[in-house]
């Protein structure tokens, strides 16, 4: 066609124009959205989000991954900086978490994906298909990542229980869980519901004696992979024992980059013993009409930014602010352990070396000193403190408690003393308040369940519809349940149950 034919667009050279006034437009709500969300720096807020507290280091990330801006890291051989940003990460992390030339990796979108990879490759390695009954074995305290994989995967979930005062996991009945079916045990380090680090050395060990080569052990180090390697001495015990690939029975472990690698969201790494067990989780075909297809990770395309900004900061820190750090968060953490034990009615669950705390009400208190600390957590919230809520978990041999978790980060420590204020205040609020109760709006479903009328597989059943609209009655109350009640709810309800309705009260935020 004659170029000189075509009718010019008249509204062709005002683009640019157009483009910057909406996206100033498009900028400015989500300057105003954002402003309503708990600040993500300076360590009010004790779960999701990791602050070095370094000067200029959020802005090394931001440059880098405005540098890997629009590069697709779908393929490093279109692509040479992505094979070089991703191997940098991976031998960055084999060298922390005692791995040889032996040790390969992946760099994923996150510890979830991390650990669904693992996962793979221990089905792939073991040789079964989907649904031939494989399991993974792991300590009911284990991250949920691992239960979405069995599910995802066509796996077999087998939780080991823990003992209820301390939440720490047997090695010898977790030994005990493994058989023929068994394609993987996990252990965690730690384990983020209570900051235990699970028996890894001697699980290793029972398993090197039982010749179960079939067997995977993979290390769930997604929140300690970059922490405990730096972890001093102290208050908060004992050096650990050796959890990492320093034992050769280990066979894999996943670190993430966006927790204690101080990296934006999302960034992980995947380290697996051998070239075998690296490459089984990859997916490759040549079986249709398109370009060869091989992915490393459970993405196809995907962004370099992340793993830009991860790399970034993992080489502007290196050993020694790395090891600055964390003797940063180890001295926050520390002294909010033993301010917390000192509150009347409130006690730590158990503790390990390690910058998770978890809070519970001390039993050994009279009912009214006792505190709850789901109430405390939600008390310690309009006071500018945000702890995180965990319900109770029932097992067999009794239920590891309801608990408030902490996540210390490096930033924490410059506030210390106000942190540990505002959990005095809310202490002497809550302390001696009965536990909390369920919104008003799940009364009769929890009546009737616990009655017999209505049984778990009649709220299964229920439409989707129906479900969401007894979830929105709560969502649009009037009076605001805090997670308190909710956690009351979930408590008190079956598993399964309990899953359905958190899946639909979260559904009806966002729709």
């Known amino acids: 066609m004659n170029p000189d034919l075509v009718t010019p667009d008249p509204r062709a050279d005002s683009l640019p124009a157009r483009v910057g006034d909406r996206g100033e437009t498009a900028l400015a709500r989500l300057a105003e959205l954002r402003a309503s969300d708990p600040p993500t720096t300076g360590g009010r807020v004790l779960s999701y989000v990791y602050d070095s507290g370094v000067e200029g280091l959020d802005d090394i990330a931001i440059r880098a991954a405005a540098l890997a801006h629009g590069v697709n890291g779908l393929d490093p051989t279109v692509f040479g900086s992505v094979a070089d940003v991703h191997g940098g990460i991976v031998r960055r992390a084999r060298e922390i978490l005692g791995g040889d030339d032996e040790v390969f990796g992946s760099v994923t979108s996150g510890g979830t994906e991390s650990c669904v990879l693992a996962c793979l490759a221990a089905r792939e ?6 649904g031939e009954g494989g399991t993974i074995v792991a300590p009911v305290t284990v991250h949920a990542a691992f239960r979405k994989a069995a599910h995802l995967l066509g796996l077999r979930f087998v939780g080991v229980e823990v003992d209820p005062a301390t ?74 024992e050796p959890w990492d690939l320093r034992l050769p029975r280990v066979t894999s472990v996943s670190a993430d980059l966006h927790k204690y690698g101080f990296a934006p969201k999302g960034s992980s790494v995947l380290l697996s013993r051998g070239r075998a067990r690296h490459r089984a989780a990859w997916f490759a075909t040549v079986d249709w009409p398109g370009y060869p297809v091989v992915n490393p990770t459970l993405l196809g395309s995907k962004p370099l930014e992340p793993a830009a900004a991860a790399w970034a900061v993992l080489e502007a820190l290196g050993d020694d602010g790395q090891r600055e750090l964390v003797a940063r968060t180890a001295r926050a953490t520390d002294r909010l352990a033993m301010g917390i034990e000192a509150l009347e009615g409130l006690r730590l669950l158990d503790r390990d070396p390690g910058p998770l705390l978890a809070v519970v009400a001390d039993e050994s208190a009279p009912d009214d000193r006792r505190v709850h600390p789901h109430l405390w ?4 919230g309009p006071r500018g403190i945000a702890v995180q809520c965990q319900p109770a978990y029932r ?69 989707e519809d129906d479900v969401h609209a007894l979830v929105s009655a709560v969502v649009s109350g009037d009076s605001e349940p805090g997670m308190a009640g909710l956690l009351a709810a979930i408590e008190r309800l079956p598993a399964e149950v309990g899953a359905r309705l958190v899946r639909a009260y979260l559904a009806a935020v966002m729709e």
């Open 167 to 240: 939440a720490r996991v047997s090695a010898q009945e977790l030994l005990a869980a493994v058989d023929h079916d068994t394609v993987l045990v996990v252990c965690s380090a730690p384990a983020y519901p209570t900051g235990v680090v699970d028996p890894v050395e001697e699980v290793a060990a029972g398993l090197e004696a039982r010749g179960a080569d079939h067997v995977g052990l993979h290390v769930d180090a997604c929140l300690g992979g970059l922490v405990l390697p730096f972890w001093p001495d102290g208050p908060g015990g004992p050096a650990l």
């Open 377 to 380: 957590a939600d008390a310690c």
């Open 125 to 130: 390695v073991a040789g079964r298909l989907p």
């Open 395 to 463: 097992q067999e041999r009794g239920a590891v408690p309801s608990s408030a978790h902490l996540t210390i980060t490096p930033v924490t420590e410059r506030l210390v003393e106000e942190i540990l204020a505002v959990a005095g205040e809310a202490a002497d609020e809550v302390r001696g308040r009965p536990a909390p109760e369920a919104p008003a709006e799940f009364a009769d479903v929890l009546g009737a369940l616990e009655s017999g009328a209505l049984s778990p597989a009649d709220l299964l059943a229920l439409p």
